[in-house]
């Protein structure tokens, strides 16, 4: 076992931010209202379940289709730093589709809001340079804050207010840009080397 906290915290923070579960406060909050409650507890679960079934089986699916797992990382370091620039600018680079006849709200929350492309590409981009132990303590960490979150958001909007919201997100935003160049050095720097 190669548990180690400094990767642990490291990969946390990434995850928190790519999720980042804090921004989408106000969209939970809509998804409240239109569905009229929301399952916390298996909105959280199936988005925990969902990246550790992609954490095991992602490499799988890329080597079936001829993908080394250091050019991935690489296309998930460009991910992450589109995912930074629209939490840091405020604006919109990638667009959901909204689905109109949603009947409940735990598949628009456990998958794409959590565990969404961002966040799976993300997985496979830090497989390629943490170990897999540190990775699930991370994202398990992850799914608690995320419940707490589910569980809480009124409560969290009305203290941090629209601006403190703002704020976290560029923070994080900022966070994840150094975090996005990084992977992307280290990862096109072993393609380099396998040539």
């Not at 250091?70 to 604006?91: C, D, H, P, T, Y």
């Not at 929350?109 to 496979?124: D, E």
């Not at 990775?135 to 608690?144: K, P, Q, S, T």
Request: hydrophobic share 60%; aromatic share 12%; glycine share 6%.
């Amino acid at each position: 076992m190669n548990f180690n906290f400094k990767e642990i915290f490291t990969v946390f923070m990434v995850l928190f931010a790519v999720i980042d579960i804090i921004g989408n406060i106000p969209i939970v909050i809509d998804l409240r209202k239109k569905a009229g409650h929301i399952q916390s507890e298996k909105a959280s679960l199936i988005a925990g379940f969902i990246l550790i079934v992609f954490l095991f089986l992602g490499k799988s699916i890329l080597n079936l289709i001829g993908i080394d797992v250091n050019s991935f990382a690489v296309a998930g370091a460009f991910i992450l730093f589109f995912i930074a620039l629209e939490m840091i600018l405020g604006i919109t680079l990638y667009k959901q589709d909204e689905n109109a006849s949603m009947t409940t709200a735990v598949f628009p929350l456990a998958f794409p809001l959590i565990a969404g492309p961002g966040s799976l590409t993300t997985l496979l981009s830090l497989r390629a340079e943490y170990f897999i132990e540190n990775i699930i303590v991370a994202v398990l960490m992850n799914v608690v804050i995320i419940y707490i979150v589910l569980k809480t958001s009124a409560k969290i909007e009305r203290f941090l207010g629209a601006n403190g919201i703002n704020i976290i997100r560029k923070v994080f935003g900022v966070i994840l840009l150094a975090i996005a160049v990084k992977l992307f050095a280290h990862n096109i720097k072993a393609l380099f080397d396998m040539v």
